[in-house]
């Protein structure tokens, strides 16, 4: 499975920004999805997650009510729409894809995308 994410730029505190996650290779319907975030100077960290279902989200406490992941898998993608924006969600968003269910666990991710780069503007 190959991963693409797209969609960062530069937005002002308080704007959204939608990010994406296209997969090709083969269809990623049967594997959960994850973004994780990586700031200047910190570990990569856990933002949010879907079961392969959809059925199922998991999100970190920093980004609960302001993010929300989906997936179309009619498009082999995965979204991360981005609301109310703070300065410290600066970062490089990545995404992976995984076949169990155990969200935060970066280690064992099995696909990883290469990152795309969000700049918030205070």
């Known amino acids: 499975v190959q991963l693409q994410a797209y969609g960062g730029g530069l937005v002002q505190a308080g704007g959204s920004l939608r990010l994406s996650c296209a997969a090709s290779?083969?269809?990623?319907?049967?594997?959960?999805m994850g973004w994780f975030r990586q700031a200047p100077g910190k570990e990569r960290e856990f933002v949010a997650a879907?079961?392969?279902?959809?059925?199922?989200?998991d999100y970190a406490d920093s980004v609960k009510g302001r993010f929300t992941i989906s997936r179309d898998h009619a498009k082999n993608t995965v979204y991360l729409q981005m609301n109310s924006l703070k300065y410290e969600d600066t970062a490089v968003y990545y995404c992976?894809?995984?076949?169990?269910?155990?969200?935060?666990?970066?280690?064992?991710?099995?696909?990883w995308g290469q990152g795309t780069l969000v700049t918030v503007s205070s």
């Open positions: 879907i079961s392969s279902s959809g059925g199922v989200t």
């Open positions: 290779g083969r269809t990623i319907s049967r594997y959960a």
């Open positions: 992976a894809a995984r076949l169990d269910w155990n969200p935060t666990l970066q280690r064992t991710y099995n696909y």
